[in-house]
């Protein structure tokens, strides 16, 4: 059975996405895809999810000018898209990103959710043996303290949802810089509550990190691998922070940069 291959493509030119799929089949790898729908306020980037998160999906593509992953309403759906298929696939997924024009860009300088993704011209000598390696290389599992994953649509906005993968939380927190907070409520993890008992809820904290300012909620409510802290958020935070919560002792805390440049 031919292994799966997802192309996204950043790029709108028909021909440069024709050729390499054409150039891709050569070498055994069945590939499917989608051109990139640039529309946040709809939550557009959340119709991809389900082609990717299919395991017969072995290999993500992102085909991209070095302006498309510099635009920060790109950075932001892609981030998002990347945080919702990690959340089924793990977080070692293979992704490659295939760059059409310039040097490759330096995978320090994408957002958290792509840190350490491959990145190559799309011109690369032997780019299909590499697609193919990347392939069929078994990925190391990458484990994290928490859990974090995206929900949403045109019509119910877009929710974070965190909670801790082992150690239980006494209690959650998460901010947001360059964004709004709207609503939060606790529940099982993987959808979002129909009714909610916040523990002691808190708004308007305020934190800073990495020169970053977040406005913050917070909930006293103990949290396991099995519940979750929801949140609403309006906008489209550049930046995210959250973690455990507690008056009385200091808990650990992530952040997840979303987009690196202002917009």
């Known amino acids: 059975m031919m292994k799966k291959v997802w192309l996204t493509s950043l790029i709108s030119s028909r021909d440069i996405v024709k050729k390499l799929m054409s150039q891709v089949k050569t070498y055994g790898l069945e590939v499917n895809g989608h051109f990139w729908e640039d529309d946040l306020e709809k939550v557009a980037w959340i119709k991809a999810k389900n082609k990717l998160i299919d395991p ?4 993500w593509v992102i085909l991209a000018s070095e302006k498309n992953l510099l635009t920060p309403a790109i950075q ?5 898209l990347t945080i919702a298929v990690q959340v089924q696939r793990g977080h070692e997924f293979p992704i490659i990103i295939l760059q059409t024009q310039g040097e490759p860009i330096s995978p320090d ?5 792509l840190k350490g993704v491959d990145v190559l011209p799309v011109s690369s000598p032997g780019l299909g043996a590499k697609l193919v390696a990347k392939a069929h290389t078994p990925a190391k599992e990458i484990s994290s303290g ?8 045109g019509q119910i906005g877009q929710w974070f949802e965190v909670g801790p993968r082992n150690i239980p939380w006494h209690g959650a927190m998460f901010g947001v810089a360059c964004g709004e907070i709207a609503f939060h409520a606790v529940g099982p993890m993987g959808r979002l509550p129909s009714r909610s008992l916040l523990n002691y809820p808190i708004k308007g904290l305020k934190l800073s990190s990495e020169k970053k300012e977040y406005k913050a909620w917070a909930v006293q409510n103990e949290l396991d691998s099995q519940n979750s802290y929801f949140v609403k958020v309006e906008g489209f935070p550049e930046s995210i922070i ?3 919560y507690s008056t009385e002792e200091k808990g650990e805390v ?3 940069e979303l987009k690196l440049t202002s917009g």
Do not use: A, W
């Not at 300088?109 to 959710?113: A, D, G, Q, S, Y």
């Open 76 to 80: 932001y759906g892609l981030s998002l």
């Open 146 to 153: 928490y859990r974090l994953d995206i929900h949403g649509n």
């Open 254 to 256: 992530y952040v997840v």
């Open 242 to 244: 959250f973690g455990s």
């Open 109 to 113: 300088i994408l957002t958290t959710p």
């Open 56 to 59: 017969k999906i072995v290999l």
